[in-house]
């Protein structure tokens, strides 16, 4: 189902941000992403980035209690939606949330959302930001959910400088041409 998988390493939220920051002016009105990493991965560093490429305003913090925040473009492009999925538990509860209300004149970024999102468009761009050292984190899909008694917050104000891999993987036809350009990556993985 997926068309592409493209993995790159990083070496601090400014890193992350800037990949981000290089992949948010590359997107377009109707683009669903879906943010998958450990508490305190980046998903929230990330999002930062995607909202200065996209040209929205700043402020962009974790929307971990309000489930859904709308960050309006300044400059005519489309707003950024941000949600974090992890409070709720089904696809059903995702479309409580009503989304479908802006999915398509806005590019909408869901945190948590592995599992909860996948039936809102034919298309989205999977994104997991995993740590490159600690208890063996890069192995794929150990990195979905915090442990119990979590939060699940993060508001991409850490300042730790350890490397991180993203990998971005194309799913639907929106991606089928492959993957955006990204520029010379900071460190290939």
Do not use: C, N
């Amino acid at each position: 189902m997926s068309a592409w998988t493209r993995s790159l390493l990083v070496d601090g939220p400014e890193q992350t941000r800037a990949l981000a920051e290089t992949l948010g002016a590359q997107l377009r009105a109707g683009d669903l992403l879906v943010l998958t990493g450990e508490l305190g991965a980046g998903k929230t560093t990330f999002t930062q980035g995607l909202g200065r490429g996209l040209g929205v305003r700043e402020g962009i913090i974790s929307p971990t209690f309000v489930l859904v925040r709308r960050h309006p473009s300044l400059v005519g492009g489309p707003d950024l939606v941000h949600v974090d999925a992890y409070r709720l538990s089904s696809a059903a509860e995702v479309d409580d949330v009503d989304l479908e209300d802006t999915l398509d004149a806005a590019v909408t970024v869901v945190e948590w959302g592995t599992g909860k999102v996948e039936h809102l468009a034919d298309s989205r761009l999977e994104i997991t930001i995993e740590r490159a050292v600690g208890a063996d984190p890069l192995t794929p899909g150990d990195a979905g959910e915090p442990a119990d008694g979590l939060t699940g917050e993060d508001d991409g104000e850490d300042d730790d400088a350890e490397p991180r891999r993203i990998t971005l993987t194309g799913v639907g036809p929106r991606w089928a041409d492959g993957p955006p350009r990204l520029g010379p990556p900071p460190r290939q993985g």
